[in-house]
């Protein structure tokens, strides 16, 4: 049973935000596009691996949750996936890495080589070895002692290459299914109902680190941020409320909901408050009877009245 769905990462949410609302030429925006591009990397290897693992339907009762960061101690652990069997906890560390991997063993490394270029990266394994030891401390706290163990997903198919094998195996993603219906239910000590608990524990206890609002976290002047709606259609920002919908006079197209875009962007970049004033000059209205009007249907949480009226969006 999944307990836990994916969901794009807030982080990611965030980083594409801020390359739609900084200048091509600003002095952060490169290390931001590659910040980008190496997160969307790896979710897309997370969503490639979701698509394989809907294949695997056990007759016995299991537990599987995406993307859970657990608190032990203060010390945080993220999974990119995870299964409880009635026998063990298997931890899905997926990756999507381009080129030829070469995995050396005693001690362990990977190897990365790409358009003529090799470089050691970060070991999948080590990081499986320490999301295991937390994890087994945070399921002892709550009473439960099952194996767990650690499993390296390679979202898409490259040249591999494995000197001398590891204690943690290291498949392509659209082999897990097979290998999953393969592993033996030694000594099952979880019911259905206990892995419902441990899940349901997890759900509970998932923190997802919250970036916003960007400016703060990455040292931006506010006044580096760009205003204006952003039309959907041609990229181009600056459209103009007429006619009780937004209108765009580079390519013509209206609708009345551009807005909740540039919203969120407000609270992913700015603050996590915002007044009529922010609004219109977030949004490039001069009147402040429209703006009300707009807030006021936009779905946001209003706290206090006329001009002193705020507005809070739900949890992210």
């Excluded at 080129?99 to 070991?123: H, L, M, W, Y």
């Excluded at 099952?188 to 109902?193: A, H, P, S, T």
Aim: net charge positive; hydrophobic share 40%; glycine share 8%.
């Amino acid at each position: 049973m999944l307990y836990k769905k994916r969901k794009k990462p807030l982080a990611m949410l965030g980083l594409q935000a801020l390359l739609r609302r900084l200048p091509k030429n600003h002095q952060q925006y490169i290390r931001i596009l590659e910040d980008f591009r190496k997160r969307d990397a790896g979710f897309s290897g997370e969503v490639n691996f979701d698509k394989h693992i809907k294949e695997f339907r056990p007759s016995y009762p299991y537990g599987l949750l995406h993307d859970v960061c657990l608190n032990h101690d203060g010390v945080f652990f993220q999974m990119d996936s995870l299964l409880i069997t009635p026998a063990s906890i298997v931890i899905f560390e997926i990756k999507n890495l381009g080129g030829k991997i070469v995995v050396k063993a005693n001690p362990t490394q990977f190897i990365q080589e790409n358009n003529g270029e090799r470089k050691v990266i970060q070991s999948p394994i080590t990081e499986l070895d320490r999301k295991i030891i937390f994890l087994n401390r945070w399921l002892e706290d709550r009473g439960f002692n099952i194996p767990i163990r650690g499993l390296v997903g390679l979202a898409f198919t490259n040249e591999l290459f494995i000197e001398e094998q590891t204690s943690t195996p290291i498949v392509f993603t659209h082999e897990i299914p097979i290998l999953l219906y393969g592993m033996a239910l030694d000594g099952e000590k979880l019911g259905r109902r206990e892995i419902g608990k441990i899940a349901n524990e997890m759900t509970r206890g998932h923190q997802e680190y919250n970036p916003f609002p960007m400016i703060r976290a990455m040292d931006i002047p506010k006044s580096d941020i760009l205003t204006g709606v952003i039309c959907p259609n041609c990229n181009r920002r600056g459209m103009e409320w007429l006619e009780k919908k937004w209108i765009c006079i580079a390519c013509g197209l209206n609708a009345i909901d551009c807005h909740h875009q540039l919203i969120n962007e407000w609270f992913y970049l700015i603050d996590d408050k915002m007044t009529n004033g922010n609004f219109r000059r977030f949004a490039g209205i001069k009147n402040r009877h429209i703006s009300k009007r707009i807030l006021r249907k936009s779905g946001l949480r209003m706290k206090g009245n006329g001009k002193a009226a705020v507005y809070f969006r739900e949890s992210p």
